[in-house]
């Protein structure tokens, strides 16, 4: 039982998972910093608010009073959400693939030319011009 958990841990798979959320979390202390810093304010301005905390819509409830919807929190997730993938992707998912695809190239693999398979269509008359072969009597055509 120990040996297959000292395999599955000496997996690269777990070890860059690994350095994926540590360098993760690292990333979003600074993309949080730079939406807090920087684009909260300018959609505040755009909102006229001081923060986008305080963008909220006041709708009247039953008892008389209002409900606060907090529709400034919601847009700040998901610039967050946007801002850290953009990150994301474009400092490792991409520089990643490009790297993938020179070492393909250098060591000439490319991808494997797909077969030419026939059409439906030619199967199906394939499969016609057999039977009519095997049978002892075909009608003409």
Sequence with gaps: MIKGFKEF???????????????GAAFTGIVNAIVTGLINPLIALIFQADSLNDIVIAVPNIRGGTTDFAIGL???AIINFIAVAVVVYFVFVYPMNRLKERQEARRGIGEPEEASL?????????????????SPASPPR
């Design 9 to 23: 841990i000496l997996r690269g798979n777990v070890i860059d998972l690994a350095v994926a959320v540590v360098i």
């Design 74 to 76: 919601i847009i700040g």
């Design 118 to 134: 026939p059409t439906e269509q030619e199967l199906l008359i394939q499969i016609r011009d057999l039977l009519d072969r095997q």
